[in-house]
């Protein structure tokens, strides 16, 4: 049998605060350094998650009162560009 270990790259390194799609930061000091909407701390990951959930852009835009249509579609761009440029490395065990 073969296993197989994939490994993701960090994203940023050696940067205390970055700007992403204008709309996207990371900063260690804001939720551990996820990256979240611009002056919130709403995570990409949870507008990802609920997204993937079955949440429209309605019933985000109604939980989350200072979130914009365009913070969504950033967040959803930001993971998208994640995905794409993401190191993976495949290393066989057994």
Known sequence: MITLHIA??????GQTQMAIH???EINPKIMLGKPVIRGTRI????????????ADEHAL???????KREDIQAALRYA???????????????
């Open 80 to 94: 998208a560009d994640a995905v794409a440029h993401e190191d993976i490395v495949l290393g066989a065990t057994g």
């Open 8 to 13: 993701v790259a960090p994203h940023v390194a």
């Open 61 to 67: 835009l109604l939980a989350h009162p200072n979130l």
């Open 22 to 24: 204008e709309r996207i």
């Open 43 to 54: 995570t990409v990951e949870l507008i990802v998650r609920k997204i993937a959930e079955g």
